[in-house]
């Protein structure tokens, strides 16, 4: 695997997300050395881009924060959901981790998240190309 997928919820103005972030990419890093990229979910994109850089420095080696690559929410859910789901969507093929309150959250009864994810990106469930974190 040299590519690979975090999907969850990061980058929404919210230190404690960013913190979690960079656990997650260290351990994602350290536990999978194969990885070359990292394409991360977020909101903002740039505006995490600006956090890492600010702040990385104090949390993960340089090497790790070279290997992010930052990719944002789809402005078109609806058609971005369709995809992921007919397994066309342009990540198809990487490894996923899936994390964040979009696996467990308490606002929603269980396993409404957790159930999201296997309908939205059934390829990747479908050939166990994913992990939850």
């Known amino acids: ?3 690979a997928y ?5 980058g929404y103005k919210n230190f404690g997300d960013e913190v979690l972030l960079f656990g997650l990419v260290d351990r994602i890093f350290s536990q999978y050395p194969e990885i070359q990229t990292l394409n991360v979910e977020v909101q903002d994109a740039s505006r995490m ?3 890492i850089d600010q702040n990385a420095k104090h949390f993960l080696p340089q090497e790790y924060v070279q290997k992010i ?4 929410n789809s402005n078109f859910k609806r058609i971005h959901h369709l995809q992921n789901m ?4 342009p990540h198809k093929n990487e ?5 964040g ?9 269980f396993p409404h998240d957790g159930r999201n994810l296997l309908l939205l990106f059934r ?10 974190l």
Not at 86 to 89: A, I, P
Not at 95 to 99: I, M, V
């Open 1 to 3: 695997m040299k590519t």
């Open 6 to 10: 975090l999907k969850g919820y990061y």
């Open 49 to 51: 881009q600006h956090r």
């Open 69 to 72: 690559k930052f990719v944002e």
């Open 86 to 89: 007919l397994g066309f969507g």
């Open 95 to 99: 490894f996923k981790f899936f994390g």
């Open 101 to 109: 309150g979009e696996v467990l959250s308490e606002e929603r009864r």
């Open 123 to 132: 390829h990747s469930v479908f050939h166990k190309n994913f992990i939850l």
